[in-house]
Structures are given as structure tokens and as C-alpha cells.
């Protein structure tokens, strides 16, 4: 075996050592309404943990008038009718559909934005109250039956709260949905209950694996939106959370326990404390705002450093790596981060932008791609859960990988500077692009402008960074050899 494969392969296998550590359901949630981002644009992102070694795909799903009308999940056997039209979708499903296909994130042709999920747990009392169904619907369906058949994020939200009170949800989660005018969240509390607040526009929320709605005013159908008899479920149950005919839907449903403290509310404060300095907070207090206010306009440049944030900058700066006292944002078993942009001043077909850094985003690039396209990277749709140098994910993820033992060093003297440029050229590639195709009249002709331009962003990252994965090897076995040295030099 050639040194610089035992390099990776041990490295490798120190990550999933740390990844053990966590849950695979592991995912952090950020969204941003339309008046608190720079451009007005609404943005919703998320981090989406699993494994260390589980490649992530890109495609798009073209629009058909003919479309399958009974889907049946592999991962459950959750059935669903679905209507015969369905709308062009992206999506990022696992290299496998084995067990499902877990689309995870994309964005339709009518510009509405969808995540799911972000895994989160409920209280025994609540489970027992209302038991999850076994064949209900989970996550990995949940983006295929809903994103391809709706018009607006509202529209998401009755969709998915129509399909859990006919055939249940598996799992506890949250859900997200954004158009160019709102941006909706969701919470799965039990086998039939739910409840979605639309995210006040001038606001952002940090979201980590734990259910965070408070108190329901199901009078406001603008802002509120829940399960039927969910008032009455509570008081029939005796559930904690019910004040003279008001719920709070956390306290009802979710958890307050050791985990939250070491797993999730840290997060909120890492997120919080990048995009409010002025408030100040600490990483193990018991609670926290859910809509918070920044400081200054956000960016998705901006989101993306909450995203690859590991308390970084801080005393509890865990390098990508949860051996410390709290857990991170970036982890080693993020699989693919999104930030999902509805741009409201442009023209409908470059409207919706996808932005996707694969693997973890500290040590990646988020690459922008227009979602009304007709293919994607032939790079984004190849990669399994082995080594493929042909395939994106699996170039970035072998940055991370190559960082992982000179953190500090690596990441500062190499991988940053190409980040910047990266991004630099990117931010520039997009600008260019949406000018020239103001200039396109036909759908056809502009939808395959788009997918070129994808195409040449796609190239654009993944060849600098190849050139950048190829300049650590050779750091590494430089390095490999003078701990080599020390250590001989010591025995």
C-alpha cells in the first residue's frame, strides 16, 4: 500500500472513530428571512449529518405530465397516491436508495425551496399520547412527495400536514419551506401532530436536532398553522406546555435534557454569537431565543460560517472534531451542506439558488447552481461510500480528510487561501451568468445555458481543489516523515 493511501485510509478511519460519538441524525438548521439578508432574498440551510464516508448526489428531476401515481418508500414502505403532474425538482439524494432515497433539499419551478429534515426528538409522554406510525411518512420520502406538488412554502406546509394526518409520521423532525415572499417552519411532534410557524421576515433561527416552536396563536392563521385538535389532543393527554387555551409546542413535545445541553444548545449560541456579537451568551444556558435579530444584514456567504463553524475562534474550538465539551456545528459526518436562496429581483428562471458545499463545509466550497436546468454535473451524480477521484463529493471530502491531522496548519495555510479564491471566482462566474442571460428569450435555449454555466462552476471548484488535494498529500507525507523522525529520534 502507497503511503499517501495509508494516510488517508488512517485518517479516515480517526474520523469515523470520532464520528461514533453522535447520532447519524445529526443536522443543523439555519433560516433567514426576506428583510434581515442583504439582497431581500429568503434563505434557508442546513448541514446535513450521516457518516463519514456516505456520498451525497445532484440531479433534477424534469417536469412530467405522465408521472408515477403510487410511490412506495424503500426505507419504510410509506405509501402514498401522488398526482400524475409534477413539477421539475432538484434534489441531493444518497448515492444508495437502498434504504430510501433521501432527497434531502431542492427547489421546484415555481421558485419554493424545501429542506427535510432536521432530525429532533419528543418526550416519552407525548410518544405515548399519539405513537409514531410505523409506515407513516419519514424523511426519506418526504421531499419526493411534497417539493415536485406545490406552488408556495404554505402550500408545503398544508401538503405535508394533510399527509401526516392520513397516514402518520415515522419520526420526530423539522421541515423547511421557503418562497421569495416567506419562509415556513415545521415540527412533527408525534404519530399526528404538528405545528409551523411562518418565520417572522425580519429574523433568523438556529435549529439543532431539538423542537423549538413555542407557544401557539392558532388565531393567527398568517403567522400559525397546526394539527386539527391539537388544543384538545393536549388537555385530553394532560401534556405539559397547555396555559389557558394556548400551547407551547416545545414544552408539549420536545425534550430538556443532558443532550440538549451538550449536543444542541450549544450550537444555537455558536450560531447566534456569529450572527449577533452585541448579545451576549453562553454555550450551556438552558435556553434561547428562537427568532433572533443580527446585527448586520445577512449574507450567504455569512450563513455558510455558521455552518462550518466548530466553535471556531473560541476556547471551545473542537477543530471539526467532537472530543470536547460541547458538540459542533461542522462535524466530519456532514455529508453535503445546502443553502437554498430565492433571489426576489431577478428574472423567475435564475430566481432559485442552490448552493451546495459536499461534505464538511469548513474544508469545502459552496458552489452555486441555478436550479431551472435540464442536468447537473456528471461529477454531482457519481460516488458511493468508496474513494472515487472523479466524483465532487469525494474531492472534498478528501480535503477534510487531509486537514483532519494538521488542522491548524493545513487549514490556514492551504485550504483557506483556495476557499477565498474559489469563492471569489464563483461570486464573480454568477454575477457574469445572470447578466448574459437576461439576453435569452427561449425557455429551452436558457435552460440549457444554465446547466452549462452549472456545469463550468462545477469544474471551476472541483479542479482547484483536486490541485489543492494533490499539494496536501505531498505536505502530508512531508509531515508523516518529520513525526516519524521525532519519534525515532526519541526511542
Not at 432574498?41 to 424534469?62: G, L, P, Q, Y
Not at 413539477?87 to 434531502?104: L, N
Not at 386539527?228 to 435534557?257: D, I, P, Q
Not at 456579537?277 to 446585527?295: E, G, L, N
Request: charged share 20%; proline share 4%.
Amino acid at each position: 500500500m502507497k503511503l499517501y493511501e495509508k494516510i488517508i485510509i488512517g485518517t479516515l478511519t480517526s474520523l469515523t472513530f470520532f464520528a461514533g460519538a453522535l447520532k447519524a441524525s445529526a443536522c443543523t438548521t439555519v433560516i433567514v428571512g426576506s428583510k434581515a439578508t442583504k439582497d431581500g432574498s429568503t434563505i434557508i440551510a442546513r448541514n446535513e449529518d450521516n457518516s463519514t464516508n456516505w456520498a451525497k448526489h445532484f440531479i433534477v428531476h424534469a417536469h412530467t405530465d405522465t408521472g408515477q401515481t403510487t410511490y412506495v418508500s424503500k426505507g419504510n414502505q410509506f405509501t402514498i397516491r401522488l398526482p400524475k403532474i409534477h413539477q421539475r425538482y432538484t434534489s441531493t439524494p444518497d448515492w444508495t436508495q437502498k434504504h430510501g432515497q433521501y432527497g434531502e433539499n431542492g427547489i421546484n419551478e415555481s421558485n419554493v425551496a424545501m429542506s427535510a429534515t432536521e432530525s429532533t426528538d419528543s418526550n416519552r409522554k407525548a410518544i405515548k399520547a399519539d405513537p409514531f406510525v410505523k409506515r407513516g411518512i419519514s424523511e426519506d420520502a418526504m421531499l419526493d412527495v411534497v417539493l415536485p406538488y406545490i406552488h408556495s412554502a404554505r402550500q408545503g406546509v398544508i401538503r405535508m400536514g394533510n399527509i401526516i394526518r392520513k397516514s402518520g409520521a415515522a419520526e420526530s423532525d423539522g421541515i423547511i419551506f421557503s418562497d421569495k415572499n416567506e419562509v415556513w417552519y415545521m415540527e412533527i411532534g408525534a404519530g399526528h401532530q404538528w405545528a409551523a410557524v411562518r418565520m417572522p421576515a425580519n429574523r433568523y433561527a438556529i435549529i439543532p436536532n431539538q423542537l423549538r416552536i413555542g407557544r401557539l396563536r392558532l388565531k393567527n392563521h398568517k403567522m400559525y398553522l397546526a394539527s386539527k385538535h391539537l388544543v384538545s389532543f393536549v388537555r385530553k393527554h394532560k401534556l405539559l406546555g397547555y396555559s389557558k387555551g394556548t400551547v407551547n409546542f416545545a414544552k408539549v413535545f420536545g425534550t430538556s435534557n443532558k443532550a440538549d445541553r451538550q449536543e444542541n444548545n450549544p450550537r444555537i449560541w455558536d450560531g447566534q454569537r456569529i450572527l449577533t456579537p452585541s448579545k451576549k451568551q453562553s454555550p450551556d444556558q438552558r435556553s434561547f431565543q428562537m427568532f433572533m435579530k443580527s446585527d448586520k444584514k445577512i449574507t450567504v456567504q455569512k450563513v455558510g460560517q455558521v455552518l462550518a463553524s466548530h466553535f471556531t475562534n473560541t476556547k471551545y474550538d473542537s477543530k471539526g472534531r467532537w472530543f470536547n465539551k460541547f458538540r459542533p456545528i461542522n462535524m466530519p459526518m456532514n455529508d453535503e451542506s445546502h443553502i437554498l436562496q430565492i433571489r426576489p429581483h431577478v428574472a423567475k428562471a435564475i430566481s432559485g439558488i442552490q448552493w451546495l458545499a459536499m461534505a464538511s463545509p469548513d474544508t469545502s466550497v459552496y458552489v452555486p447552481f441555478y436550479t431551472d436546468i435540464n442536468n447537473t454535473p456528471v461529477t454531482y451524480q457519481i460516488g458511493t461510500d468508496r474513494y472515487d477521484s472523479k466524483s465532487a463529493f469525494w474531492t472534498y471530502k478528501l480535503t477534510g480528510v487531509l486537514a483532519q491531522p494538521y488542522p491548524n496548519s493545513f487549514t490556514n495555510r492551504y485550504i483557506r487561501p483556495i476557499q477565498r479564491k474559489v469563492n471569489r471566482q464563483l461570486l464573480r462566474h454568477l454575477k457574469n451568468s445572470d447578466k448574459q442571460s437576461s439576453a435569452i428569450a427561449k425557455t429551452a435555449d436558457l435552460q440549457t445555458y444554465l446547466t452549462a454555466s452549472n456545469q463550468a462552476n462545477a469544474v471551476l471548484a472541483q479542479k482547484q481543489f483536486d490541485e489543492l488535494n494533490a499539494n496536501l498529500i505531498t505536505k502530508s507525507t512531508s509531515e508523516f516523515f518529520k513525526e516519524l523522525h521525532i519519534n525515532v529520534s526519541k526511542g
